[in-house]
């Protein structure tokens, strides 16, 4: 038998529950992690997530979220629950077997952010062509990260042949803001095409779907603002 502390009315209760449970209902290591976190967000005020009716159920698809912190990583994952996504971590991560294995548990891969190249694509681009869900944050801790980060998210979503969904979050982005009082928020905007720039030459593709994927994350951020 699994037990697990889950709060109840003014206490936290033990639950018991069978493994079979588990198979019955395919829960898997992602499924239980992502539900798990969602419970603890749920103990300080939960994560308002606004147009999640935005995400494409048919097909897979880039997802592109603003990043401040590890948290933002988590309140994706929960807030678009039951979707899946499938997350590019640093191969460092990797060198370790039990955290490897786990990481790969919950759609991690590996990529070498040292020596980025062609094969750093490969995993992304095959996730899309079988209809999963592939997570990038193109903000990077730098303003000269930004834009480069950007332009990978879209390059990604081209040569997978999906659109690119933007989205936003605003509230605690760190362990120790967890604690303090404060809204988590996500905002989802709708799919951003690759028809949409059908009209242009090749070249400016990049360009011009990079500058609208940048556009529309502001513009989510500032209805985030307004919804504070």
């Not at 003014?10 to 019955?24: L, R």
């Not at 062609?118 to 992304?124: A, E, F, H, V």
Request: glycine share 10%.
């Amino acid at each position: 038998m699994y037990k697990f502390l889950v709060p109840g009315n003014k206490k936290f209760v033990i639950i018991e529950t069978n493994p079979s449970f588990f198979k019955q209902r395919k829960c898997t290591m992602y499924k239980f992690s992502g539900y798990t976190v969602k419970l603890l967000f749920g103990l300080r005020g939960g994560i308002k997530v606004y147009q999640k009716e935005n995400l494409p159920t048919d097909r897979g698809f880039v997802i592109a979220c603003t990043h401040e912190g590890f948290v933002d990583v988590l309140a994706l994952g929960a807030g678009i629950l039951p979707f899946e996504i499938h997350y590019m971590a640093k191969k460092e991560l990797f060198a370790n077997k039990w955290i490897g294995g786990f990481l790969k548990k919950i759609h991690a891969f590996p990529v070498d952010r040292e020596n980025p190249g062609p094969s750093s694509i490969k995993t992304p681009i095959k996730l899309l062509k079988e209809g999963k869900i592939v997570g990038i944050f193109p903000s990077g801790t730098r303003t000269t990260e930004d834009v480069p980060l950007k332009r990978g998210a879209v390059t990604i979503a081209q040569l997978g042949k999906a659109p690119i969904v933007p989205a936003a979050y605003k509230g605690p982005s760190n362990a120790k803001s967890l604690f303090k009082k404060g809204k988590m928020r996500l905002i989802i905007g709708e799919p951003i095409e690759l028809s949409e720039f059908d009209h242009l030459p090749p070249k400016e593709r990049l360009g011009a779907m990079t500058e609208v994927l940048n556009t529309r994350i502001k513009e989510l951020e500032a209805q985030l603002m307004e919804k504070a």
